[in-house]
């Protein structure tokens, strides 16, 4: 069965700090890969996804991640995060062959200004 | 173009009732998955329907199950409530469950307590 497993549960960075939130996945197919934010209060949306070709993606509001297949992994960066960023960020990842879309439990991101 | 609409958004129910959650996907979408999103566990794959059929299944007990109309409308029931039931209760539509590269689209939720 696939899994994701995101490495930091709580984050706290000073505003103009660079981000890497990592992710692992176990699956032995093809996979598709998406990054969800949540802002407190507000629904779960698509931060940016890869589903094949330049393993490097971009997202909104200057997110990017990296597909490393080798690593079975897809970490989240931003250079310069912002007091707005403050929110639950969550790694996902679903095989193509039609399994569903799975979850890393979550990383809670605390930006101070 | 209107989102993923769940209802009710908000229930309060006790132990050994059961609840029944509302979702209506994205039109066109045809794809429906529920997840139970608790604090510490992050979102918990509950079951996926596609053209009125269980396409995946998460490992929950009986207790939860669900189903999909002909309009790809979806419910989820779960009776003889626990209080560890207590969670938000997301629901999610894409177009397909296979072979497009979709993406998935959240409604807000039905914020389940059970007292």
């Known amino acids: 069965a696939q899994s994701v497993s995101q490495h930091n549960h709580h984050v706290i960075l000073s505003e103009a700090a660079s981000l890497e939130l990592g992710c692992n996945y176990s699956?032995?197919?093809?996979?598709?890969l998406f990054w969800y934010v949540q802002y407190p209060g507000q629904h779960l949306q698509l931060l940016l996804k890869?589903?094949?070709?330049?393993?490097l993606v971009k997202g909104i509001k200057g997110f990017e991640a990296e597909f490393i297949k080798s690593k079975f992994s897809f970490n989240l960066r931003k250079p310069s995060v912002q007091w707005s960023d403050t929110a639950e960020y969550f790694c996902?990842?679903?095989?193509?062959?039609?399994?569903?879309?799975?979850f890393g439990k979550g990383t809670t991101l605390s930006v101070s200004s | 173009k209107a989102g993923v609409t769940q209802t009710p958004r908000y229930l309060i129910k006790t132990r050994g009732q059961q609840v029944t959650l509302s979702c209506s996907p994205i039109?066109?979408?045809?794809?429906v998955s529920w997840y139970q999103q608790t604090p510490g566990q992050g979102l918990q794959f509950l079951f996926e329907?596609?053209?009125?059929?269980?396409?995946n299944k998460g490992n929950f007990p009986g207790r939860f199950s669900g189903r999909q109309f002909s309009n790809s409308r979806s419910e989820m029931n779960v009776s003889t409530l626990e209080l560890g039931d207590s969670a938000l209760y997301l629901c999610?539509?894409?177009?397909?469950?296979?072979?497009?590269?979709?993406?998935?689209?959240f409604g807000q939720g039905t914020r389940l307590t059970v007292v």
């Open positions: 999610a539509s894409s177009l397909a469950h296979r072979n497009l590269n979709t993406e998935a689209f």
């Open positions: 039109s066109g979408h045809r794809s």
């Open positions: 699956y032995g197919g093809t996979v598709n």
């Open positions: 996902a990842v679903k095989g193509q062959a039609g399994t569903a879309l799975i």
């Open positions: 329907y596609f053209s009125e059929t269980q396409r």
């Open positions: 890869y589903f094949s070709g330049d393993p």
